[in-house]
């Protein structure tokens, strides 16, 4: 599986779009990029996931870069209630859903 | 929604102990699994199982059992606890394996060996 970095911690004005960064340059072809966050004392949720094309749901947008090395999370508009841990990871399609998580991005978002 | 249930949020064990985590989702997910989650290690997955009676080993299974005797329990078993278990204990289940569908979580169990 593919190894993924992303920064420490961020923060973000309320109101604001938080755009998190991750590199993942030695991801496969068969590998998605899944974006999950852990808020506070929770398990941790899922946000949205994608292969090659940028996706977009009712939480987020995912903008994965043509050669895949690369996505950024983007919420649009940040509230004090996405301040959580943001893991970004690469899964193989093909293997039992086996989901390897980081240290990932803590997003502060600040009033 | 799906719901991953797991049976505690807290608990205090002895070492030594016999500790039975136990975990149930009601939405017929062929995948279950069981992570530990430690400060500046993220989460490590200690056993998962990709169908009743079917387990195989994560990362770190060392004094770890599981067992899945019905489709929507998967339990954790610490059949001797230590003071190196204490941790936040996560499940979490997904479709299965074809469809690369996402992992649901249950809420964690905070596991104290003292």
């Known amino acids: 599986d593919a190894k993924t970095t992303q920064p420490p911690s961020m923060d973000c004005a309320e109101g604001r779009a938080a755009n998190l960064p991750c590199n993942h340059s030695t991801i496969s072809g068969n590998e998605y990029v899944y974006w999950y966050r852990q808020i506070h004392s929770q398990g941790p949720q899922y946000i949205i996931h994608?292969?090659?094309n940028n996706e977009t749901n009712e939480m987020a947008s995912l903008i994965i870069t043509e050669d895949r090395k690369s996505s950024t999370l983007i919420l649009p508009h940040a509230t004090l209630r996405d301040t959580a841990v943001y893991y970004c990871i690469a899964s193989p399609s093909y293997n039992f859903n086996k989901f390897y998580f980081g240290s990932g991005t803590k997003l502060n978002v600040k009033p | 929604d799906v719901k991953v249930t797991q049976s505690s949020r807290y608990l205090v064990k002895r070492t030594g102990e016999k500790v039975f985590l136990e975990c149930v989702q009601d939405m017929d997910h062929e995948n279950m699994f069981w992570y530990r989650q430690d400060p500046g290690l993220g989460l490590r997955l200690i056993y998962f199982s990709y169908d009743v009676k079917m387990k195989e080993k994560g990362d770190i299974p060392e004094g770890y059992s599981v067992s899945r005797e019905k489709k929507e329990r998967f339990s954790l078993i610490l059949e001797s606890a230590s003071t190196n278990q204490t941790s936040m204990y996560l499940c979490?289940?997904?479709?299965?394996?074809?469809?690369?569908?996402?992992?649901?979580f249950g809420q964690g169990t905070r596991l104290t060996v003292v």
């Open positions: 979490a289940s997904s479709l299965d394996s074809v469809r690369n569908t996402e992992a649901f």
């Open positions: 994608g292969l090659k």
